[in-house]
């Protein structure tokens, strides 16, 4: 009989393939064929922000150049 092995087989191997999430923000601004220099001038991110604002993480830059209130969690 065989022993099973026990044990993560690749630890301590750098992971392959693996790319940080992709934010809702950048998805959405992505979606509306936006490129950065564009996002304080669109009408139609402003306000996906504005609804959206408090379930996704928004640029604090571009909150403050929307005038939205920006809620501290301190």
Excluded: C
Aim: hydrophobic share 35%; no cysteine.
């Amino acid at each position: 009989m065989i022993p099973k092995k026990r044990g993560n087989p690749n630890w301590g191997k750098p992971m392959m393939n693996t790319l940080p999430p992709v934010l809702e923000f950048e998805r959405v601004a992505r979606e509306f064929k936006l490129s950065p220099d564009q996002y304080q001038h669109s009408t139609r991110l402003r306000e996906w922000a504005s609804v959206h604002r408090k379930s996704n993480y928004i640029p604090e830059v571009l909150l403050k150049a929307w005038g939205f209130e920006i809620e501290s969690s301190l």
